[in-house]
């Protein structure tokens, strides 16, 4: 995928994607941008500046949009509601946006799951053969 997640949430702002970037529907449409946008002769220099971008303008908490020279066309920046339209994976639903977090309604993450706790018990024996301390470890099998 795209790697740097700054890159991730330029695009995604710019372009006012609200599906979940973990989506194979947002990463497909992640290439695509890049795909339009990225110079064929200087692909590295295109990757720096969107990392740079996303770190130190467009972050993720405290971004600052009075500074970023793409403000212009920021969709993010200019969008003042969402249309309320079927759910294609990509646009943010009505019932999502809020109005007052303005451009950090973009990107949008998966739901977190919660980490798991379990028990594994194991048996661990030695003893010591010929003077050589020796170990047998047994996992005892999933019922």
Same mark, same amino acid.
């Given at each position: 995928?795209? /790697?740097?997640?700054?890159?991730?949430?330029? %695009?995604?702002? %710019?372009?006012?994607? =609200?599906? *979940?970037?973990?989506?194979?529907?947002?990463?497909?449409?992640?290439?695509?941008?890049?795909?339009?946008? /990225?110079?064929?002769?200087?692909? =590295?220099?295109?990757?720096? @500046?969107?990392?740079? %971008? =996303? @770190?130190?303008?467009?972050?993720?908490?405290?971004?600052?949009?009075?500074?970023?020279?793409?403000?212009?066309?920021?969709?993010?920046?200019?969008? *003042?509601? /969402? *249309?309320?339209?079927?759910?294609?994976?990509?646009?943010?639903?009505?019932?999502?946006?809020?109005?007052?977090?303005?451009?950090?309604?973009?990107?949008?993450?998966?739901?977190?799951? @919660?980490?798991?706790?379990?028990?594994? %018990? /194991? @048996?661990?024996?030695?003893?010591?053969?010929?003077?050589?301390?020796?170990?047998?470890?047994?996992?005892?099998?999933?019922?």
């Amino acid at each position: 995928g795209l /790697v740097d997640g700054n890159v991730i949430r330029v %695009l995604a702002r %710019l372009r006012c994607i =609200g599906g *979940e970037v973990g989506s194979s529907v947002v990463t497909d449409m992640m290439w695509r941008l890049v795909g339009e946008v /990225v110079d064929r002769e200087r692909p =590295g220099d295109f990757n720096q @500046a969107m990392m740079e %971008l =996303g @770190a130190v303008v467009c972050t993720p908490r405290t971004p600052r949009c009075d500074e970023c020279p793409v403000r212009g066309i920021c969709g993010a920046l200019d969008q *003042e509601k /969402v *249309e309320d339209i079927e759910d294609c994976g990509l646009c943010l639903k009505k019932e999502e946006f809020q109005e007052e977090l303005g451009v950090l309604n973009y990107p949008r993450k998966g739901k977190k799951t @919660a980490s798991r706790s379990e028990v594994t %018990l /194991v @048996a661990v024996l030695s003893s010591v053969v010929d003077g050589v301390q020796q170990f047998v470890m047994v996992q005892r099998p999933k019922t």
